[in-house]
């Protein structure tokens, strides 16, 4: 009698999982001389063509996997990055407005892109201490993390046993990775690329963390440098 064989198996999420794909939306019109237009003071600007073709390829990547629900956020990028998803499989979008980016108080509009690129002395702190509330005005860190959950919670209660593509952001990504990885520094996961997907799965109530900003659907290696890109930016 042969003996027995326990090959390797990939996991398998068993019945009654929730199979939650966070994308972050695809890149955003560079900040210049005008301020974004706030929507609830918050910036909101849309996509850049760069970001219109990353919403193209994380359609293709996510179309065949039986998604059942798609979710965005209150700001528009989101909107344009799901679009593609959304017309290929006629699902209507439902906006879960505690997932929106947090807010950046006097750097809203797009100036924190200009304040990390010109080394001001409050991006440095803020990257040191990684707390977003760091920056006049931001939305302080424990009210964001608590808002942020909340949406996580409401969007898994809604559809228990799914598979749900969730249009975010990337300080909202980083968040909530942070938390479900249950005590990790504040930015230890706030590197989210455009257009990423992170796969969480919640099993009873237990999660796991399949996926953290995978991006094998775009173009490009393992973070291979970029001459033409000068700079990190980890969210808005």
Same mark, same amino acid.
């Given at each position: ?32 001389? =005008?301020? &974004?237009?706030?929507?609830?003071? @918050? ?8 970001? *219109? ?15 059942? %629900?798609?979710?965005? @956020? !209150?700001?528009?990028? !989101?909107?344009?990055? %799901? ?12 906006? +879960?407005?505690?997932?929106?980016? *947090?807010?950046?108080?006097?750097? +809203? ?13 409050? %991006?440095?702190?803020? #990257?040191? =201490?990684? /707390?977003?509330? *760091?920056?006049?005005? %931001?939305?302080?860190?424990?009210? &964001?993390? @608590?808002?942020? /959950? ?8 809604? $559809?228990?046993? /799914?598979?749900?593509?969730?249009? @975010? ?17 504040? &930015?230890? #996961? ?5 257009? $990423?997907? !992170? ?11 399949? /996926?953290?900003?995978? !991006? $094998? ?20």
């Amino acid at each position: 009698m042969a003996e027995p064989k326990y090959p390797q198996r990939r996991f398998v999420a068993p019945p009654g999982s929730t199979n939650v794909f966070l994308v972050r939306h695809g890149a955003s019109m560079p900040y210049g001389d =005008e301020p &974004f237009p706030l929507l609830d003071g @918050t910036g909101d600007p849309p996509l850049a063509p760069e970001g *219109v073709e990353q919403a193209e390829r994380a359609a293709l990547r996510l179309v065949e996997e039986d998604i059942e %629900a798609i979710y965005v @956020t !209150t700001l528009q990028r !989101t909107h344009q990055t %799901a679009a593609p998803l959304v017309a290929r499989l006629g699902l209507d979008p439902i906006v +879960e407005p505690d997932l929106r980016e *947090v807010n950046l108080g006097e750097w +809203e509009g797009g100036a924190m892109r200009r304040h990390v690129a010109e080394g001001h002395p409050l %991006a440095i702190r803020l #990257f040191a =201490e990684e /707390r977003w509330d *760091v920056i006049p005005g %931001a939305e302080p860190q424990e009210i &964001f993390a @608590t808002r942020v /959950r909340r949406g996580l919670d409401r969007v898994v209660a809604e $559809s228990p046993g /799914r598979r749900i593509a969730v249009f @975010t952001h990337g300080g909202v990504i980083g968040e909530v990775v942070r938390q479900l990885a249950e005590g990790g520094r504040g &930015f230890a #996961f706030a590197t989210a690329d455009n257009g $990423s997907i !992170t796969h969480l799965v919640q099993i009873g109530d237990r999660w796991l963390i399949r /996926r953290f900003n995978d !991006t $094998s659907h775009h173009p490009g290696g393992l973070d291979r440098p970029d001459p033409a890109d000068d700079g990190w930016i980890p969210a808005p």
